[in-house]
């Protein structure tokens, strides 16, 4: 972030509330019984066509208690002029909400018009990956100045012409300086294993975890339509595997072998089971909707998916939603 002022941290708390005097030193560990066991956010990335204070304040008026911020050319441009001041203008937008957030960077073409999710960390030329790199460097600082829980990123998909074992040697290599800036940040990287990318799964993860010497600043990301689509495990299960290094929580609906992210109902995923497992993990960030392709009806995606989500989390306490 070249036009950055100051080098302290937001003095917001880490995960975006009022400071509890119950909480734990560990935001991710430790479920307190004096706190709801959920924490409901939506994806900006399917609220594309709002403008971020638009629908930072939809979210809030819906009910939700954070937000997964994408950034991207409509949303917190990380590439434009001004980003420390933008930043702190959003930043006290969300304390004024009382949403948390989370950092992600899944913009599709934020880097290259011409290229989705181009270039990625995998990207044959050293001078494409430092571009991925930068983005990764400048969404930790955008994180640690918001408060944020946690920064999401993903592998990218290996690319034409370069063999796997290669891309599994740039990948942990690449990663290196973002996961040091995580460290002095003390913002967790949360890498998600995404469908078709070299890193596509939970032992995918592992693999990459291990490479790097188990870091303590790299967590995971886990996407629970992802583990209904290839995981071998079904996805309440995927929740109590990864709960040692969950950091961040997607949901959606999906179906087995389509990656395809859908509304609640319109998949196969059985939600009471997987909302069990993750009170039981004790996470305690955010779970956030993701949504990408229904930012045409955004709202309408947001207020339903809220009212599904306090459904399943009634019925998994035996109550009236």
């Keep these: 972030m070249s036009d950055r002022t100051a080098p302290a941290r937001s003095s917001r708390p880490a995960q975006g509330t009022v400071p509890d005097p119950h909480r734990t030193s560990d935001p991710h560990r430790a479920p307190n019984p004096r706190r709801p066991p959920f924490r409901f956010g939506y994806g900006t990335n399917g609220l594309a066509d709002l403008r971020l204070d638009d629908a930072l304040a939809l979210l809030a008026d819906l009910g939700y208690e954070g937000v997964g911020l994408t950034?991207?050319?409509?949303?917190?441009?990380?590439?434009?002029?001004?980003?420390?001041?933008?930043?702190?203008?959003?930043?006290r937008r969300l304390d004024a909400l009382g949403l948390g957030v989370t950092v992600e960077t899944g913009a599709r073409y934020v880097l290259d018009p011409r290229r989705k999710h181009g270039p990625s960390l995998l990207d044959p030329d050293p001078d494409d990956r430092a571009r991925r790199v930068d983005l990764l460097l400048r969404a930790v600082r955008v994180a640690a100045d918001?408060?944020?829980?946690?920064?999401?990123?993903?592998s990218g998909i290996t690319p034409a012409g370069t063999d796997e074992s290669t891309a599994w040697?740039?990948?942990?290599?690449?990663?290196?300086?973002?996961?040091?800036?995580?460290?002095?940040?003390?913002?967790?990287?949360?890498?998600?294993?995404?469908?078709?990318?070299?890193?596509a799964t939970l032992s995918d993860f592992h693999r990459l975890r291990e490479a790097l010497g188990s870091p303590d600043a790299l967590g995971l990301t886990l996407d629970i339509g992802h583990c209904q689509c290839l995981e071998p495990l079904p996805p309440a299960d995927c929740v109590r595997a990864a709960a040692p290094w969950l950091r961040h929580v997607q949901i959606e609906d999906m179906r087995r072998g389509v990656h395809e992210h859908l509304p609640f109902g319109d998949g196969e995923v059985d939600f009471p089971p997987v909302l069990r497992a993750l009170a039981e993990s004790g996470y305690q960030g955010l779970t956030v909707v993701e949504l990408p392709r229904h930012s045409h009806a955004g709202p309408h995606f947001a207020e339903h998916s809220l009212t599904?989500?306090?459904?399943?989390?009634?019925?998994?306490?035996?109550?009236?939603?």
């Design 71 to 91: 950034l991207d050319h409509m949303h917190l441009d990380p590439l434009a002029p001004g980003l420390a001041a933008r930043t702190g203008r959003v930043a």
């Design 146 to 154: 918001l408060g944020a829980h946690a920064v999401h990123c993903f």
């Design 169 to 199: 040697k740039l990948l942990p290599d690449t990663l290196a300086p973002v996961l040091d800036a995580a460290a002095e940040a003390d913002v967790p990287l949360a890498v998600e294993p995404e469908p078709g990318h070299l890193l």
């Design 308 to 321: 599904a989500l306090r459904h399943h989390a009634a019925a998994l306490e035996g109550s009236t939603p």
